[in-house]
């Protein structure tokens, strides 16, 4: 089973990839945001509790989030592999994600690390606000906050997956297709 970690800052393009690296390689895709906001606009209890941390550019609770994970990995027993995108974010979910992957005989074959500098993501998110609805790419001080969180709770996680041997950077500027590329190269 093909499993990949899609990893990078709000912005990187990791909605955009993931939908071509599940095509290509026949994978579901988990984006724990995507999960979020379907629970946000159904109004559900967990779409509540993680709309009060999205809306003020937090990290949503890894026990909440992991959870959540593994009911959606739970749903696609007949799956070729996973990208999760969004997640994780943190080493303490990276080792819950070893643990219940470890539980079915399976593992993180590597983590695809998308690298933006941040005005570009800037750019990126405040664009993607116009088409998108999405309140949290239209603040820029949302915006900041969401990349200063990122830089100090999340990037933190590449280390986990840099000491397992399973990091691959990947430069995320340029066109869709040039990044494609990339990833494609680096998965082999």
Known sequence: MRNLVLFGPPGAGKGTQSAFLVDHYNLVHLSTGDVFRFNIKGGTELGNLAKSYMDKGQLVPDGVTISMLEAEVDKHKDA???????????????KALDVFLEKRGDEIEAMLALEVDEEELKKRLLARAET???????????????????????????????????????????????????????IG
């Open 80 to 94: 070729n592999g996973f990208i999760f995108d969004g997640f994780p974010r943190t080493e303490a979910q990276a």
């Open 132 to 186: 998108s609805g999405r309140s949290d790419d239209a603040d820029p001080e949302v915006i900041q906050k969401r990349i200063n969180v990122y830089n100090v709770e999340t990037a933190p996680v590449a280390d986990f997956y840099k000491a397992a041997g399973k990091f691959k950077a990947i430069d995320g500027h340029g066109s869709v297709e040039d990044i494609t590329n990339r990833l494609v190269e680096a």
